[in-house]
C-alpha cells in the first residue's frame, strides 16, 4: 500500500512539473521556434568563455550566507517566481536594477516595459557586458539562459517577442535584482562592487 501511495505521489510531482513549464511557456509566449539566432550563438561563445570562472566566486556556504533561502534558490539554483508574485511586476520607478548576488549594475528602468506575463521585462540590459547568456534545455523545452556576468548567478531568460529597437524580452525574476531609485546612494553591496570593478554603465 505504501509503494502504491508511493508511486501516485512520484506522478503527481512529475505531472506538476510538466504542467508548471507549460504554464510558464504560455505566459512567456515563447515557444522552441522563437529562438534568437543571435543570442544563441552567443549562449555558446559566452557559456565556453565562462569556463575559465567569474570575477565573483564564492563557496555555496558564503553564498548561502550572503542570500535569503528564496533568492538563492532563484540566483543558485535557476528557480523562477511565480508569475505575478515578483516585487518589481507593475514597477516603474526610475531607477537602476543591481544583481542581488553581487551589486553588479544590470538594467535600467528607461529600458524596462510591461510585457503582461507576469515577471519584470526589460528590452536590453544596461550594458552588453552585464550579462551572459547559456543555453537551457530543461523543462522539456529549448531556452536561453540570461546569468550575470560577474558571477553566473541566474537572472531568468530572454525571448524574441520583445519590443523595438531588439524586439527581445528579457524576463527577469525580482529576486535576482537590487533597485535603487534615481538619485538614491546604493546600498553597500552596489558600492563595493563598483569600488571594486567599476561600471561602463549609467548608473547616476
Not at 59 to 64: H, K
Not at 75 to 100: H, M, N, Q, V, W
Not at 181 to 197: C, M, T
Request: aromatic content about 12%; glycine content about 8%; proline content about 6%.
Amino acid at each position: 500500500m505504501n509503494r502504491q501511495l508511493g508511486l501516485i505521489a512520484k506522478t503527481a510531482a512529475a505531472a506538476a512539473l510538466i504542467l508548471a513549464g507549460a504554464l510558464y511557456v504560455f505566459a512567456s509566449g515563447q515557444t522552441e521556434g522563437d529562438a534568437i539566432p543571435a543570442a544563441r550563438q552567443t549562449a555558446t561563445e559566452t557559456a565556453t568563455d565562462a569556463e575559465g570562472g567569474y570575477p565573483i566566486e564564492l563557496s555555496e556556504s558564503q553564498w548561502r550566507e550572503r542570500l535569503s533561502d528564496f533568492e538563492y534558490y532563484i540566483l543558485r539554483e535557476k528557480g523562477t517566481e511565480r508569475a505575478f508574485s515578483g516585487e518589481y511586476d507593475g514597477f516603474y520607478e526610475p531607477g537602476i536594477y543591481y544583481s542581488r548576488a553581487t551589486g553588479q549594475p544590470l538594467f535600467s528602468s528607461e529600458h524596462k516595459y510591461d510585457s503582461r506575463t507576469g515577471w519584470p521585462s526589460f528590452w536590453q540590459p544596461i550594458d552588453p557586458d552585464a550579462v551572459l547568456y547559456k543555453d537551457d534545455d530543461s523543462l522539456w523545452m529549448r531556452r536561453i539562459e540570461v546569468v550575470d556576468s560577474s558571477s553566473g548567478s541566474h537572472l531568468g531568460h530572454v525571448f524574441s517577442d520583445g519590443p523595438q529597437p531588439t524586439g527581445r524580452r528579457y524576463c527577469i525574476n525580482s529576486a535576482a535584482l537590487l533597485f535603487v531609485p534615481e538619485g538614491q546612494q546604493p546600498p553597500p553591496l552596489v558600492q563595493d562592487y563598483l569600488a571594486r570593478f567599476g561600471s561602463n554603465a549609467e548608473t547616476d
